[in-house]
Antibody, heavy 114, light 106 residues
Framework: EVQLVESGGGLVQPGGSLRLSCAASGLTFRTYSMTWVRQAPGKGLEWVSYINSGSNTIFYADSVKGRFTVSRDNAKNSLYLQLNSLRAEDTAVYYC???????WGQGTLVTVSS | DIQMTQSPSTLSASVGDRVTITCRASLSISTWLAWYQQKPGKAPKLLIYKASSLESGVPSRFSGSGSGTEFTLTISSLQPDDFATYYC????????FGQGTKVEVK
């Protein structure tokens, strides 16, 4: 069974940082491009970032460019999202997913508030 | 950047109804379009990929069509489990989502 399990969310003050992790199992992780998607409370889905299998192609949404950094460790079957300079509008559930959307994690909530 | 416009934003329907949701891209995306179903508190579930390909395990009452800039998701006979929010996503250039369509009980 394929599982993607996010962790690392929590409450952080504006301007603060967090590192989200996504642990993958049940799939050949190193062959999948991956993505982060977020959903603010009561709002729609927003694509955040993309990373290909070899980490040599990376894209970000304009709303997070320069503040968020995506990375992966294929040896550890893990995907990461470093969130810096956080703002209130970054408050959301953050999902990791395989690119193409067949597999999703359950999400981890990031709350940015003083 | 490619913008995705989904309509309607809310749709009221009854069990057994045929339901159609439309998604328009601001630029041609060929057939690089997916449709998702999301229920409250849950992750999205892939229904359709490459505009018209049914994901494994998804009931055949769901179908997708279109290419270029105009796309449609159709539910041929709405079932109780289908009341949810539906999103389109283009993956031709990055991964923009439409704003969502909530299918509610009429």
């Amino acid at each position: 069974e394929v599982q993607l399990v996010e962790s690392g969310g929590g409450l952080v003050q504006p301007g603060g940082s967090l590192r989200l992790s996504c642990a993958a199992s049940g799939l050949t992780f190193r062959t999948y491009s991956m993505t982060w998607v977020r959903q603010a409370p009561g709002k729609g889905l927003e694509w955040v970032s993309y990373i290909n299998s070899g980490s040599n192609t990376i894209f970000y949404a304009d709303s997070v460019k320069g503040r968020f950094t995506v990375s992966r460790d294929n040896a550890k079957n893990s995907l990461y999202l470093q969130l810096n300079s956080l703002r209130a509008e970054d408050t959301a559930v953050y999902y990791c997913a395989t690119w193409g959307g067949n597999y999703w994690g359950q999400g981890t909530l990031v709350t940015v508030s003083s | 950047d490619i913008q995705m416009t989904q309509s309607p934003s809310t749709l009221s329907a009854s069990v057994g109804d045929r339901v159609t949701i439309t998604c328009r891209a601001s630029l041609s995306i060929s057939t690089w379009l997916a449709w998702y179903q999301q229920k409250p508190g849950k992750a999205p579930k892939l229904l359709i990929y490459k505009a018209s390909s049914l994901e494994s395990g998804v009931p055949s009452r769901f179908s997708g069509s279109g290419s270029g800039t105009e796309f449609t998701l159709t539910i041929s006979s709405l079932q109780p489990d289908d009341f949810a929010t539906y999103y389109c996503q283009q993956y031709n250039s990055y991964g923009t989502f439409g704003q969502g369509t909530k299918v509610e009980v009429k």
